[in-house]
């Protein structure tokens, strides 16, 4: 049975991350030429070797550390919106492992719209589901929705964005505040790198401050600033995340300004937006130190192209595999031992809080030291 579900998951994965050959190459002119062919060709398989062994590896740890449950019902996912990678691939994720252990796994996408998915959890509620995977629009609307699907005897499990009212079956979460935290480090550092001392000028593009997500990247980031009383730290909200209020605050701030050093902003998905607000201002790559989060193929790539510093990459994997490892018991209401676990060779931590068991997921930074790693999730997906 194991080595059935391995193969199964490993075809999964295949399907998921679009893990391409290498198309060798033939030079037919001269030997100097052949040569370089044959370097590149290797060059190219070695690299492909290396994400297939990544991603083997992930599979392994996965299919070691887990029993296969029965799986029975059906479980619905709502996700907030699918205007990134991130979301896009949770969601294959969720769908693509519940359903090889056995579970139907229904997904909807509010559009980021908080009232689209107050309106969806009354549908699957109606449904009757055995479970409910919640990626939250907004954390402070959502608190009704989640309530009336437990009194109907439906577990609800609070997915990614961290829910601080009421209780739920299980959270699966990033340590939001640490990745923050990490996000202020790294402004630090890049700001002694310039002036050989911790001072400047920071400019702080928020998320929708009605999503935890952002208020917790905030105050993560903000504990490690305020330490430091030379620096600067101007933070503005973003409403629904939408581009144009993105746009509007890096003119607004820059034209009122232009001692501003560095700018952190929550979703690399939102850099490529403000390079052109920032070459009208006069400014080219590299002026501006601009670190992000997430660390999705846009950013990886923003990494190599010289305009993005860096992103706290987050792990999506472990992330999504944590309720399913767990999803017998969570069912069963059976107990959840509490203490340091691996998920996929990550360690990570169960805790409980007043909202319950809660799987505590850390990211990491990504620079251009390491960008190329292929064991980063926007890695493994290799053009052909």
């Known amino acids: 049975m194991k080595k059935v579900f391995l193969w199964l998951v490993i075809l999964s994965m295949i399907a998921v991350f679009s893990l391409a ?9 001269t030997a100097a030429e052949t040569t370089a062919a044959a370097e590149t060709t290797a060059a190219a398989e070695t690299t492909a070797a290396a994400e297939t062994t990544a991603a083997a590896e992930t599979t392994a740890a996965a299919e070691d550390q887990m029993d296969t449950p029965m799986g029975s019902g059906t479980i619905y ?14 969601m294959q994720l969720h769908k693509e492992y519940g ?11 509010a559009g980021n719209q908080a009232s689209e998915q107050l309106r969806q959890l009354d549908d699957a509620i109606a449904q009757k589901p055995a479970a ?3 990626n939250a629009v907004d954390s402070k609307t959502v608190t009704a929705g989640v309530e009336k699907a437990q009194a109907a005897g439906i577990k609800v499990i609070d997915f990614a964005r961290v829910l601080t009212e009421g209780t739920y079956s299980f959270t699966s979460t990033l340590s939001t505040v640490k ?10 550092r890049l700001l002694k790198e ?28 903000k504990s490690i600033i305020d330490q430091y009383p030379n620096i600067e730290l ?19 701030n820059f034209t009122a300004r232009q001692d501003i050093d560095a700018i952190f902003i929550h979703w690399d998905g939102r850099v490529p937006w403000i390079f052109p607000v920032l070459e009208s201002k006069g400014f080219k790559k590299g002026d501006i130190k601009i670190v992000s989060t997430d660390g999705t193929p846009e950013g990886l790539q923003m990494i190599r192209d ?7 990459n987050f792990p999506v994997y472990e992330l999504t595999y944590g309720p399913w490892i767990w999803m017998d018991e969570i069912l069963a209401d059976e107990e959840i031992n509490l203490g340091k676990v691996n998920v996929l060779k990550l360690e990570c931590e169960l805790v409980k809080e007043n909202t319950g068991v809660t799987l505590l997921v850390p990211g990491a930074m990504t620079t251009k030291v390491d960008v190329d790693d292929p064991s980063l999730w926007a890695n493994f997906k290799v053009e052909e």
């Open 99 to 109: 359903e090889k252990l056995g579970y139907k796994v229904i997904e909807l996408v």
């Open 179 to 188: 990745m923050g935290e990490m996000g202020g480090k790294e402004v630090v």
């Open 132 to 134: 409910i995977l919640l």
């Open 77 to 90: 996912y709502l996700a907030p919106e699918m205007l990134g990678s991130v979301q896009v691939l949770y």
């Open 306 to 312: 010289g305009w993005l510093e860096s992103t706290v």
């Open 21 to 29: 050959g290498c198309k060798q190459q033939t030079a037919t002119t």
């Open 194 to 221: 310039k002036y050989g001392e911790e001072k400047g000028v920071v400019l702080e593009v928020m998320g929708d401050a009605g999503d935890n997500y952002a208020v917790l990247l905030n105050q993560g980031f």
């Open 234 to 252: 101007i933070s503005k909200n973003t409403p629904q995340w939408e581009t144009i209020n993105t746009v509007n605050i890096v003119t607004d």
